[in-house]
């Protein structure tokens, strides 16, 4: 009579077994088609971000003007810590499309945790030499005479490296798998339960994104009041406010300000997202906030291209240039672009006649 009790348990705790595994199957499978727009759209954007960084940091490299000056030293870092964040948030999502569509999970831990470690030590690098800047440019503009004896090639090469210094010192813990195994389904590390571990992940998004970004702010807020106090100033000191004003009004400057304040609107949700613990159950809303968050290294580059004048002419002269060895390149479009040039000039000529 027992071994018949003992048997009838054993095979209902199987059933139980089975019919939640197939439950669990069903949520995940679920739970991967609502978040499948959400993926699609982070490699999409990924894509055209890294494409764009590209194209910025090469404009700027062949401009014989800008390569001389050391704050296009830092906007290079800057643009290139966009654009591999860019691409380490696109080989992440990649990887989790793979082990979605996979029946067993063919990726081996030790790659997912090495791709999602050099996503955080990207993005944290981002925001780090994104604060190093707005430091810079408040030295530039408060105390021109001492930045320029400063800023010397090795000052320029420390400050340039030492974010990223930073960021892979702090990143430590999640190439060693400290930080929790990555779940490549929802395309991050799994979240803690406990109260303790939400304060962990509070303190960490605090340090590695809301300091420099506060830092940051913090500089931007100092440079507006100096240039509004510079403004409302007599003559006496005409030329030292001019500067401050010329410094504060510059296309550099105002970019930086607008990537700023696009890195806040994308990051406020994002560190609520990984601080609350009730957006773990909630994938559709976390796979939209992490998407909006990667949306910010695609407006990094656009917003040098419409503030900053040299940036965008430097683009411009790189993408023509490229665009007229593609037509060159066979005597078809040679012929079609030597007869729209005659066409230009004719107009030009008729336009000046009038």
Request: some cysteine.
């Amino acid at each position: 009579m027992r071994a018949i009790e003992g048997n009838i348990k054993q095979s209902f705790s199987s059933s139980v077994t089975q019919d939640t595994d197939l439950l669990h199957g069903r949520d995940a499978a679920t739970m991967t088609d609502s978040i499948l727009p959400f993926k699609i759209s982070t490699i999409f954007t990924s894509t055209m971000a890294l494409a764009a960084n590209v194209l910025m940091v090469v404009s700027i490299i062949k401009s014989k003007t800008l390569r001389k000056k050391w704050s296009t030293h830092f906007t290079v870092s800057f643009l290139i810590s966009s654009a591999a964040s860019a691409l380490s948030s696109m080989s992440v999502v990649v990887l989790s499309l793979i082990d979605s569509s996979a029946e067993e999970e063919r990726t081996s831990s030790s790659v997912s945790t090495v791709l999602f470690g050099l996503l955080w030590t990207f993005g944290i690098s981002h925001y780090f030499t994104s604060c190093a800047l707005a430091l810079t440019r408040l030295m530039a503009m408060m105390w021109p005479v001492k930045y320029q004896k400063l800023m010397s090639s090795k000052v320029a090469g420390f400050l340039i490296v030492l974010p990223w210094m930073l960021a892979a010192l702090i990143c430590i813990p999640a190439f060693c798998g400290v930080m929790g195994k990555p779940d490549t389904k929802t395309v991050e590390y799994k979240p803690g339960h406990t109260r303790s571990e939400n304060i962990t992940a509070m303190a960490y998004m605090a340090t590695t994104v809301g300091g420099p970004v506060l830092t940051a702010c913090s500089a931007y807020v100092a440079m507006f009041i100096q240039a509004s106090r510079s403004q409302s100033a007599t003559s006496f000191h005409e030329h030292h406010n001019s500067h401050h004003i010329s410094q504060w009004k510059n296309g550099i400057t105002r970019a930086l300000l607008a990537n700023i304040i696009i890195h806040i609107s994308c990051n406020i949700p994002h560190a609520i997202c990984h601080a609350v613990d009730s957006f773990n159950r909630d994938h559709v809303l976390k796979a939209a906030i992490h998407f909006m968050c990667t949306v910010q290294f695609m407006l990094d580059p656009l917003m040098f291209f419409i503030f900053a004048q040299e940036y965008r002419k430097a683009s411009l002269e790189l993408l023509n240039l490229t665009f007229r060895r593609g037509q060159r390149s066979t005597p078809a479009s040679s012929e079609s672009y030597g007869a729209s040039k005659r066409f230009r000039v004719t107009l030009v000529q008729n336009t000046q006649d009038l």
